[in-house]
């Protein structure tokens, strides 16, 4: 079982997508300096038991306007797909990609609604367009990605609940061994973010197991 998209659960179909219009759209990509290897597959991550992977490569197909050149790892847990469980829509993921990344958090959050609502499309397809459609994907971080920036994204499940979620976001920027190389660890849930919520705690403990050769 995979998480995104057709590449995912059904078997490889795409979507486009676009921006909401109360955030800027993804910057142009950057032109990489001929020397920087672009990432090919992800740095050592660990997977927790019972979770499952995915890795996929940039420009990812259900997103294909995010400007970066890498690859996108990503950890969800058992109970993911199911909106009465605990670890409902709760995920962890990191784009391992070519420097600069993204400038800010401001400029994260334009690509955050443009892959979440190029997740929801690719998912729902035609059959769940018009709903998809009607949704409005927003992000808003605060705080610094070098040290965690953090906020909420209003997006939508077109997996099984096929309704709005809203999700509780953290994004950091992590430091690369690999000159010309950068990385961004996130992690999100439909949960409030708390140091007593199980989920958040291992949320965050999987994140800060991530490094960037």
């Not at 995912?8 to 020397?35: K, M, T």
């Not at 090919?40 to 940039?58: D, L, N, Q, R, V």
């Not at 958090?105 to 769940?128: M, N, P, S, T």
């Not at 920036?149 to 209003?154: F, L, R, Y």
Request: aromatic share 10%; with cysteine; hydrophobic share 50%.
């Amino acid at each position: 079982m995979r998480l995104v998209a057709p590449v995912a659960l059904v078997a490889a179909a795409c979507g486009s997508c676009s921006s909401s219009a109360n955030v800027p759209p993804p910057a142009p990509a950057p032109a990489a300096p001929a020397a920087v290897a672009v990432p090919a597959a992800s740095s050592p991550w660990e997977t927790p038991a019972g979770w499952k992977t995915e890795t996929i490569p940039f420009p990812l197909e259900f997103a294909p306007g995010l400007p970066y050149r890498g690859v996108e790892e990503l950890r969800f847990p058992p109970g993911f797909f199911d909106k009465d469980a605990a670890w409902y829509f709760s995920y962890a993921f990191v784009w391992e990609i070519v420097a600069p990344g993204p400038a800010s958090a401001d400029a994260l959050e334009g690509d955050l609604v443009a892959y979440f609502e190029g997740l929801a499309k690719a998912v729902g397809g035609a059959e769940q367009a018009e709903a998809i459609s009607a949704q409005r994907f927003t992000a808003a971080l605060e705080g610094e990605l070098a040290t965690g920036a953090s906020g909420v994204i209003e997006a939508f499940d077109a997996f099984k609940a096929r309704a709005p979620v809203t999700l509780h976001a953290r994004a950091t920027a992590v430091a690369c061994a690999t000159a010309g190389r950068v990385a961004l660890v996130v992690v999100a849930s439909p949960r409030t973010p708390s140091t007593d919520d199980a989920v958040w705690t291992e949320l965050e403990r999987l994140a800060a197991t991530y490094r960037c050769r």
